[in-house]
T-cell receptor, first 113, second 113 residues
Framework: NAGVTQTPKFRVLKTGQSMTLLCAQD?????MYWYRQDPGMGLRLIHY???????AKGEVPDGYNVSRLKKQNFLLGLESAAPSQTSVYFC????????????FGEGSRLTVL | SQQGEEDPQALSIQEGENATMNCSYK?????LQWYRQNSGRGLVHLIL?????REKHSGRLRVTLDTSKKSSSLLITASRAADTASYFC?????????????FGKGTHLIIQP
């Protein structure tokens, strides 16, 4: 079982460049999430989706866009990258809450110069 | 904002000893979860405890929940080198987790051989 797969695993961008992180899950989960992890800050929710074709803002959505065109995929886009977006990004998925565990990908490390 | 706050931030013990980590939160919850993160990897779910439960066991893990004090503890008994990792608590303060889980900043546990 692949579980949750994130691509790419590493990426270096220059300020102002754009990129898309792809998350794919093969567990038929309804819910998908994008978190960022920064030193001393824990994980913070960027955007999430409760089903195909839906997206919603999390705690720190500014500077990011997302799309969920297919149930198994959740894309995170940066239109104009800034150094403050240097972080490790984690995608997760789950069955419908409440009381469900999140399954995480291995992370995508993004550096913005 | 950070709902769960783990204590201590870092803990170093000898192999074979027990490790205890604490988590405090601020609002009412339905469930509280604990996750482990090995260095450079994604988070892995360990255990979920519901608000109407006071204690739960899973192998060498013991979790307690005190809703009156808004706190939880994770006990790892007979620690092993492989337990070296960061541990996070996560709560579903928003609509039972339908808006994502809120993670604390984590406890970094080091098991000395």
């Amino acid at each position: 079982n692949a579980g949750v797969t994130q691509t790419p695993k590493f990426r270096v961008l220059k300020t102002g460049q754009s990129m898309t992180l792809l998350c794919a899950q093969d567990m038929n989960h309804e819910y998908m999430y994008w978190y960022r992890q920064d030193p001393g800050m824990g994980l913070r929710l960027i955007h999430y989706s409760v089903g195909e074709g839906t997206t919603a803002k999390g705690e720190v959505p500014d500077g990011y866009n997302v799309s969920r065109l297919k149930k198994q995929n959740f894309l995170l886009g940066l239109e104009s990258a800034a150094p403050s977006q240097t972080s490790v990004y984690f995608c997760a998925s789950s069955y419908v809450p409440p009381g469900v565990e999140l399954f995480f990908g291995e992370g995508s490390r993004l550096t913005v110069l | 904002s950070q709902q769960g706050e783990e204590d201590p931030q870092a803990l170093s013990i000898q192999e074979g000893e027990n490790a205890t980590m604490n988590c405090s939160y601020k609002t009412s919850i339905n469930n509280l979860q604990w996750y482990r993160q090995n260095s450079g990897r994604g988070l892995v779910h360990l255990i979920l405890i519901r608000s109407n439960e006071r204690e739960k066991h899973s192998g060498r893990l013991r979790v307690t929940l005190d809703t009156s004090k808004k706190s939880s503890s994770l006990l790892i008994t007979a620690s092993r080198a492989a337990d070296t990792a960061s541990y996070f608590c996560a709560t579903d303060e928003y609509r039972g987790g339908a808006d994502g889980l809120t993670f604390g900043k984590g406890t970094h546990l080091i098991i000395q051989p």
